[in-house]
């Protein structure tokens, strides 16, 4: 059996030895110290914080995950989704939260793009990485999840780009968890000024033995007149617990498309939170969820305008098998200051099962005067006359399902510019449509 | 020996609420029916019934292709079968292209025996296929590029679901109302387009209250349908006869079907409420 040695519960002894076997600059061991003191002063979340009044968490026993440790035995990694067809400018792969390996190509690296090991990088790239890692993007106060993963990151990976470097080969990431592993990986990418990269990562399970723990953090710094495509497919067996807190700072006249595709994990608690901070940013999120069997996933988005003249356009669309739920919880955001703000949010959800549940709470907090905000979301069956209609054309009653579920994600299929996810993504979708009840 | 379509002692119910009481019609491939009859009367009802919508429920009777029994048959087997129905309210698939819903149903319908998953008709030809056909109904080739009837026009849904019958070719087709929504020269286009797609080769019940669509097809046989039974068949005099003056002789003559067909209207009016 392949495992990384781990040690049951986040002790503090287990995080002393931690931190004593890393060889970080000082100023990340304090921000790892302040993040461990706030993880010990709180409890878990539980159903009177507004966020988990929908997510039960009581079945979930943090002592029976620890930090991860050195890797041993063969490395069981899975094939990626998202590739296909793909010149990469570069690729890392991590297993139960260590780094496998990374590679980038030479021509990236002779521009100073960095690319591979966060924490091998933080050390080498201090003085670079200070401002930013653990800092810009997240906030190890926000909840006792935040402050473990901000105390006890082991692995993640660094994309960053020096300014007015445009990279027209997109980067990888796959991180696989097995035999109920651990994973706290940190995602940080900065792109300096009017550069341009674009990111795909995946997560992924092997192993007989499914389970395990997720509890990750993105920051992502997107600069002046930068552009950013990145994509997220997570698809953790269905019996993860994965928490995550992703953030995205946008500056002035820089863009950012996000796709996010949602398959795995046993329940999920994720935070999407971007910022618009210059004037002229431009934010087009796109998410995806697919849920079954007793799957419940729970997306806080947060579209925060700060600065002026910004646009962003959230689309998440939901469909949901058996008795699996789905949370969304949207948020726009608008600040005194962001005037001709443009915002958009939006949740449609599909129901393939009579049992399965999806709640929709989106939510306007506007201080600016000038602005135009809309938001919407929509809860529908699929539809017997639809499935009729397709059948009296020859479709059987399955192709008709496939084809109708397919059809109501088009419309953020239409929206991904990069071939390899729109297929991957679409056929992901196509192979979980099952009978419908 | 041509294939024939037959429908013996057809009665269907809708949740629960008996509409056909008794339907008997024989088609031959190559004939034409026309269908008719007051509004409400069952004739969609029939026609839904023959290509299997799971909520017209036959309760009595059969209908048989060739001898083989249709309502043991999904509609998708039917449609395999060679059964076509233009409906009076065509659906919309919303974020499903037209040209990818029509190249999956053409390959199913051609190889009856294709399983899920197995290849489609190669690409270009189906595309040259669909091109002509469309040019043909004068189409336009961005509706390919369209979402199935989403967004479309009353008469684009109708000239859509001519296409589809253009494409299928099937053995049997119901058209039901396929002329409503159409404009005078749509409706013209829409006979003759019938017409070229080979009455011959079909045998066609056209659902119809007006006689502009038998104009290119003029029926072997009409009937008429009234508190959901055939009460009256003829041919292209008795078509003639109900267009031109109505109704009235036939409610007079069958008081028991009339009767029949009030109440089921008066039921609609109240549910309707
Ligand atoms: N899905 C349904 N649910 C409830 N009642 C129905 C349904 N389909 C048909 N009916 C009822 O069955 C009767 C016959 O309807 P049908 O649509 O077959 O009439 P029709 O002859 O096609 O009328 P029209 O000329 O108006 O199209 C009507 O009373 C109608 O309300
Ligand atoms: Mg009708």
Known sequence: MTQATLTPGFTKEAFDAFLSARNEPDWLIDRRRSAWKLFCEQDLPGRSD?????????????DSFGIPGELQGAIEVPTPLLTAGVDLGGQGTSFNGQTVEYSVGQKWADQGVLFGDLAQLAVEHSELLRPYLMKRAFDSAADKFSALHGACWSNGTLLYVPSGVAVDEPFHTLSALANGGVDLGHLLVILEEGSEATLLTETANTGSVAGGFHCGATEIIV?????????????????????????VAVDGDASLQWTMGALGSRLAKVNQHVELTGAGAQVQVNGTMFTEGRQHLSYHT????????????????????DKSRTVWRGMIKVDLEAQKTDGYQRNDNLLLSSQARADAIPGLEIEADDVRCTHGSTTSRVDDEMIFYAQSR???REEAIRMIVTGFFQQIFDRISIESVRESLGMAIARRVREYE | MPDILKIENLHVAVAGKPILKGVDLEIRRGQTHALMGPNGSGKSTLGLAIMGHPGYEATAGGITLNGDELLDMEADERARRGI????????SIPGVKMSDFLRHATTNVRNPDRKEGEELIPMREFRKELKAKMGRLQMDTEFARRYVNDGFSGGEMKRAEILQLAMLQPKFAILDETDSGLDADAVRLASQSIAEIGREKMGLLIITHHDKLLEHNPPDFAHVMLGGRIVETGGTELAEELHSQGYERIREKYPEADADNQQMVAKDAVTNM
């Not at chain 1, 990145?230 to 994965?242: M, T």
């Not at chain 1, 305008?305 to 689309?315: E, I, K, M, Y």
Request: hydrophobic share 40%; charged share 25%.
């Open chain 1, 302 to 321: 947060r579209q925060h305008h700060v600065a002026p003249n910004c646009r962003s356009d959230f689309l998440y669309k939901a469909a949901l098998q």
């Open chain 2, 84 to 91: 076509f129905m233009a409906f009076q309210r065509p659906l």
């Open chain 1, 394 to 396: 020859g479709f059987t």
């Open chain 1, 223 to 247: 600069g002046p007149k930068a552009h950013l495509r990145y994509v997220s497919l997570q698809n953790w067996d269905q019996r993860v617990w994965h928490f995550s807190r992703e953030k």
């Open chain 1, 50 to 62: 507004e966020e988990w009044m929908r997510t039960d968490i009581r079945l979930f026993k943090l």
